[in-house]
């Protein structure tokens, strides 16, 4: 800090004795340099004044929401949340470095920098905004993805990152962490989805080498034993004890409450798996023009496929999938929200998709605000733990998400309506989590005490949620952006929506809905 006038020093204090006159003025001028790394930055302007600063941020927000789809609806609800989500987004967006572009820190107060899980599904969930975002996202996950085999920060080649830090944050923790083990997959869902709305074949080509990257490490790194499942063990005291997308130290835990050792094989990854293998087939089948590849792809992804509704899935409770494997390949028994993720991810069979969504919406892990991440017949349900028993939002937008992929309209509606009724009880602005307790013995959600408010892929939510609503899905092969929803939408969505400026394959679209039918129209 750089004061313009001399003052007395006075311990940390600088102290100013002032005698003014009738009419006299003082001023006293604080330049504020911040600091990365040690190094000061020096202000470009020799003088800021206080209220620059918002103005510059209110000019951005005005210019970002200019550029994202606008919606006009008569349900409250999804009126506000929508814009909420917009505006807390726009506050979390951040430069990769040297890039024009930006993309998306995980959350406030605390994770204001890049996590790999959180950016990648924040941008799955926004791409009705366009490509924008992802585009960084993935060049930027790119630049940052492991070269070199270091146990020391959890990274092995082809991995990609989990969390980056910088100043003091880096020396307590690590500059740079690789602990994830669903990141890397998730890197290709995303790259084959931007390719499946923008149809941008240049895009694909030049991110082709760190997908095959990512491929393999999936194949040497990710699946430790060569049983055919992606596990997850830490190599570094510091780091993570649980590496999936609920990695607090206690979330794997069997139905009787004990906690799973590791190598864990966690459900949800070995979904994403499959899903990444089956995308970059077709990647590699129509962009890349490698059919040896796209057809090995598909081979490992059915065998996957099939090994995995052997190994995963239990009679015990009416049918389900457990939550992982552990390290001596036993079942973690526990019913718990990940199992919705299967149905986004398409490795669930005709056959066992019922059992999936009765599981799903029934009393157990259903409170009526939204899926639980366990279910409260488990003996380490508590409906204020972390990852044992609350309600994310983006989980839920992920689930509704793969119910209206198989066409379960009335489930995935019947999230949509629950948790954007829960945002209104947060300001319009879902945080990160909040309790698992029963709608029924509660006239409102209840907060969890440090849920991060805006967080990324909670702000993503209500977005996918009215994609899902809507049944809007691109059509590469047309270049459309098309419609799966239901012949008529429910009451309580109001009587008229539109939503427009939505952009794919570089053009504009519209959407409306009248008496419940939607419609879909180049803009």
Request: charged residues 25%.
């Amino acid at each position: 800090m750089i004061l313009s006038q001399r003052g007395e020093i006075e311990g940390h204090k600088v102290v100013y004795r002032l005698e003014l006159g009738p009419r006299e003025s003082w001023e006293l001028r604080l330049d504020i340099l911040a600091s990365i790394d040690g190094d000061s930055v020096t202000p470009r302007t020799a003088e800021r004044r206080f209220g620059e600063e918002l103005t510059r941020v209110r000019e951005s927000l005005a210019a970002w929401q200019l550029r994202v789809p606008q919606v006009r609806a008569d349900w409250d609800q999804l009126d506000r949340s929508f814009f909420q989500s917009v505006s807390d987004l726009a506050s979390l967006r951040m430069r990769g470095d040297g890039r024009t572009g930006r993309m998306p820190a995980a959350g406030m107060p605390w994770f204001m920098t890049v996590f790999g899980r959180d950016t990648l599904i924040t941008c799955l969930q926004t791409l009705l905004f366009g490509p924008e975002l992802a585009r960084t996202a993935l060049e930027v996950l790119a630049e940052l993805q492991a070269r070199d085999d270091n146990a020391d920060v959890d990274a092995e080649p082809g991995k990609i990152v989990h969390e980056l830090r910088s100043g003091k944050a880096a020396q307590k923790w690590f500059r740079t962490y690789y602990g994830t083990v669903d990141a890397t997959p998730l890197f290709l869902v995303l790259l084959s989805e931007v390719w499946r709305w923008t149809d941008d074949a240049a895009f694909m080509r030049e991110l082709k080498e760190p997908a095959l990257a990512a491929l393999r490490w999936i194949d040497e790194f990710g699946d430790r034993d060569g049983d055919g499942f992606v596990e997850y063990e830490r190599r570094t005291p510091r780091g993570l004890e649980n590496q999936s997308w609920k990695d607090s130290h206690d979330s794997q835990r069997f139905h009787d409450g004990s906690l799973a050792q590791t190598p864990i094989a966690p459900v949800e990854v070995q979904g994403y798996v499959y899903d990444a293998k089956l995308r970059t087939a077709e990647l590699a089948r129509e962009v890349w023009r490698d059919r040896q590849l796209a057809e090995r792809l598909e081979r490992e992804a059915e065998e996957l496929k099939r090994a995995f509704n052997e190994r995963f899935w239990t009679d015990a409770r009416g049918g389900y999938y457990v939550l992982a494997l552990d390290g001596e390949k036993r079942q973690v028994d526990s019913l718990c929200s990940n199992i919705g993720h299967l149905l986004w991810s398409g490795i669930v069979p005709s056959g066992r998709v019922d059992a999936v969504v009765d599981q799903l919406m029934g009393a157990e892990l259903w409170s009526g605000w939204g899926v639980r991440t366990m279910s409260s017949g488990d003996a380490g349900y508590n409906p204020l733990s972390y990852h044992n028993g609350t309600v994310w939002p983006h989980d839920n937008s992920l689930i509704a998400h793969g119910l209206g992929l198989h066409n379960r309209w009335p489930e995935a509606q019947r999230i949509v309506r629950r948790m954007l009724s829960a945002g209104s009880h947060f300001g319009y602005q879902l945080p990160e989590v909040f309790a698992g307790l029963p709608r029924a013995e509660t006239p409102f959600p209840i907060a969890y005490p440090t849920a991060a408010r805006p967080q990324a892929w909670a702000a993503g939510t209500p977005v996918l949620l009215l994609q899902v609503l809507l049944g809007l899905q691109p059509d590469r092969r047309r270049g459309q952006l098309v419609t799966r929803a239901p012949e008529e939408l429910p009451s309580w969505a109001g009587r008229s929506l539109r939503l427009t400026g939505i952009r794919a394959f570089d053009r504009a679209w519209d959407v409306r809905v009248e008496h419940g039918h939607v419609t879909v129209d180049e803009a």
